[in-house]
């Protein structure tokens, strides 16, 4: 069956008074924001595992390295895996391996250990992760969406600071004596809740026709997805060999293989790994530039922050997680106002003012650097950083609606696989342009006394290219809808979720 067949299969909309399904949505959401925190929860810990473990620079790079390629390799394959033995299923099986790798991670004897468990922990988020969206999409309504996504994008914002300021008060705290290990052992108590909990209120969910999942294109997507990012990962480290270019070129021929076979794949049996037909939905495809675009952007600035304050300015990592705070509050807000009360208003427009609002925060944080200079304080940072949090808010929960809005229900667990692992490929982009924007201009041979001014000079030159490329978002934009295909009138019922606890109805073929 061909997904523009979908919209005729029509199905009741959940009952209002029902409320397991709000229930769900606070169990996926916790998931999200526990995967979310554990990205950047560990950066704020590296000094504390390095002199405790005795890890080389090697070792502390693939501590979050590790996480970031299992993670990205996976979740394409996380996604199909949804699809095919039940979104529920499939979730509780991630949130447990989850669960088990952090208490891995917690009680590691030394750095190999804690490497090895990152890099489970990063592919069994790779099977909890793409559920989120998919059971959000498979358990709400058209018309309830908007204000889902619209938590969503606050728990984005909420978990991308509250990691760093959770981080410093766990390591700083050094609670019984367990100094950085509390960072991954707080996953135990969540996860086992989350699992509990969701065993009960989750409604499962799967694709309503048999589908098998496709061990080649697996074995593609992860080949061209780790010779893309491992050199961009090691790449400074080992000094740019030419290996690592011919890997990076190498990786788009693989993808092109990719291509041609999942195109193969799906005339053949209609069971793709890759659902090629989603980039025909103009709003997915478009979606997903902006999308990419988007993750480089921020690739280059949380990690260019972070560096700025703790080494460049020398504040501690309670300070610099602290000086956050303003940003988070201000995403959250701003991206639940977006989706409820302005894009149902003002469609498209309010995505690219809020790439024009971050991108003016840029601007400001820019010249306040250069102008107090290692003077600046916290205060100081604050309204550049409230601007920026309220532009990236404006972004945030209304562009995951835009991808999935005209997605089929039977490809949902494809669509957010593609949507996370863009998201993880413009990030590990971003982070690799670090070594181009940030460290490119910092000399490797410093004096104690010059470090400070060549780390103000490092970040104000990377906020310049991340102001050029939320330009280039706000032009991309051009290319979502108008509106969301729920906000137009009469297409907000053209794909409702099942009753909780109803099967899905048999689609005509």
Not at 147 to 154: D, E, M, R
């Amino acid at each position: 069956m061909h997904s523009t067949d979908i919209a005729h299969a029509r199905t009741p909309e959940p009952a209002t008074g029902d409320r397991r399904r709000w229930f769900a949505l606070a169990i996926v959401m916790t998931a999200a924001f526990m995967d979310l925190v554990d990205v950047t929860i560990v950066n704020i810990a590296v000094p504390s595992i390095q002199r405790d473990e005795g890890a080389t620079f090697s070792q502390i790079q693939w501590i979050t390295a590790g996480y970031a390629l299992a993670f990205a390799a996976g979740l394409v394959t996380g996604g199909r895996l949804g699809d095919i033995h039940g979104r529920k299923r499939v979730f509780l099986v991630g949130i447990g391996g989850f669960t088990v790798a952090s208490a891995l991670c917690g009680l590691a004897v030394n750095p190999e250990m804690l490497v090895a468990s990152r890099i489970l922990q990063g592919a069994m988020a790779a099977l909890m992760v793409p559920q989120v969206l998919s059971i959000v999409h498979a358990t709400f309504p058209a018309h309830e969406r908007g204000k889902v996504f619209g938590l969503f994008g606050a728990i984005v914002g909420l978990g991308a600071v509250s990691g760093p300021l959770l981080g410093a008060l766990l390591t700083e705290g050094n609670l019984f004596g367990l100094e950085w290990r509390p960072i991954f052992l707080i996953n135990l108590p969540v996860g086992v809740a989350a699992l509990v909990l969701g065993s009960r209120f989750i409604t499962e969910s799967k694709a309503p026709r048999a589908l098998k999942l496709d061990l080649p294109g697996v074995a593609l997507v992860t080949l061209a997805l780790l010779m893309l990012l491992y050199p961009l990962t090691r790449g400074r480290e080992l000094g740019w060999p030419v290996w690592g270019y011919v890997s990076m070129a190498g990786a788009l021929v693989v993808f092109a293989a990719l291509v041609a076979y999942e195109r193969a794949k799906g005339a053949r049996d209609g069971s793709p790994l890759i659902e090629l037909s989603l980039f025909r939905v103009k709003s997915f495809a478009a979606g997903i530039a902006v999308q990419t675009v988007f993750g480089v952007g921020l690739g280059v600035f949380f990690l260019v922050w972070t560096l700025y304050m703790q080494i460049g300015l020398g504040w501690s990592a309670l300070r610099a997680g602290l000086t956050g705070v303003p940003f988070s509050v201000a995403v959250s807000v701003a991206a639940g106002m977006s989706v409820q009360q302005l894009v149902p208003r003002f469609g498209r427009k309010v995505l690219q003012a809020g790439a024009l609002v971050m991108a003016a925060g840029v601007l400001i944080y820019l010249a306040e650097a250069e102008r107090y200079g290692l003077g600046i304080t916290s205060w100081q940072m604050a309204l550049p950083l409230v601007v920026m949090g309220a532009g990236m808010g404006l972004i945030v929960a209304p562009l995951t609606d835009a991808v999935l809005s005209e997605v089929p229900r039977e490809h949902a667990g494809s669509a957010s696989g593609l949507i996370n692992t863009v998201q993880q490929m413009g990030h590990a982009l971003g982070l690799g342009l670090v070594s181009v924007v940030f460290f490119g201009v910092i000399d490797e041979r410093l004096a104690p006394a010059e470090v400070g001014p060549a780390f103000v000079d490092g970040f104000t030159h990377a906020l310049g290219w991340v102001a050029a490329v939320l330009g280039a978002i706000f032009l991309l934009m051009f290319a979502l809808p108008k509106r969301p295909a729920q906000h137009v009138e009469g297409a907000a019922d053209a794909e409702e979720a099942p009753v909780a606890g109803e099967k899905e109805p048999e689609l005509v073929p």
